[in-house]
T-cell receptor
């Protein structure tokens, strides 16, 4: 099966500019996650969708970050205006609502990420 | 809130030898899952191994095995017969409960260097 697709792979912008990242999850995966990974740290969840509804956006800086998944398939994460501290890799992941194998633990599959540098 | 701690920023291992990565977590839940993910320079997170908290038997996947100590809230990863391709960042992660769609909480990561 095709993996999680993300674009662009790299983006360099100046502070106060805007940027958008796109993610297309694995076909049929109802749950989509956006994680922010600052250099040298573990990923931190920004927002989680189930179909086209938001499940968790408690750590999304809503004054500058927004995300949508209008048709319950692909998703866009936007930052406007960007700050220096937004420099990070933005990882998208998806998972099925159906548990896999005998464990019932659905597994997150990640995309390759989008690296943002804010100057 | 659940937290995951990886106390080793970097570990070095000789090719063909064994290295163990530490992970501790804090939770009040009794039903949860633990994972180890590998992140090579390509940035793609790859699932290495997972453990269900209700299972006493430690999970194994080829050269990778875990030591799950539920009472101590410890979840270490052992890489046996290390290969050059094992060089990467390794992240321990926690997921609460049986409900599908629950998020992963990650530790800060451990960089593994493999010396030829």
């Amino acid at each position: 099966e095709a993996g999680v697709a993300q674009s662009p792979r790299y983006k360099i912008i100046e502070k106060r500019q805007s940027v958008a990242f796109w993610c297309n999850p694995i076909s049929g995966h109802a749950t989509l996650y956006w994680y922010q990974q600052i250099l040298g740290q573990g990923p931190k969840l920004l927002i989680q969708f189930q179909n086209n509804g938001v499940v968790d956006d408690s750590q999304l800086p809503k004054d500058r970050f927004s995300a949508e998944r209008l048709k319950g398939v692909d998703s866009t994460l936007k930052i406007q205006p960007a700050k220096l501290e937004d420099s990070a890799v933005y990882l998208c992941a998806s998972s099925s609502l159906v548990g896999d194998g005998s464990s019932g633990a659905n597994v997150l599959t990640f995309g390759a990420g989008s690296r943002l540098t804010v100057l | 809130a659940q937290t995951v701690t990886q106390s080793q920023p970097e570990m070095s291992v000789q090719e063909a030898e064994t290295v163990t990565l530490s992970c501790t977590y804090d939770t009040s839940e009794s039903d949860y899952y633990l994972f180890w993910y590998k992140q090579p320079p390509s940035r793609q997170m790859i699932l290495v191994i997972r453990q269900e908290a209700y299972k006493q038997q430690n999970a194994t996947e080829n050269r990778f095995s875990v030591n799950f100590q539920k009472a101590a809230k410890s979840f270490s990863l052992k890489i046996s017969d290390s290969q050059l391709g094992d060089a990467a960042m390794y992240f321990c992660a926690y997921r609460r409960g049986q409900a599908a769609g629950n998020k992963l909480t990650f530790g800060g990561g451990t960089r593994v260097l493999v010396k030829p």
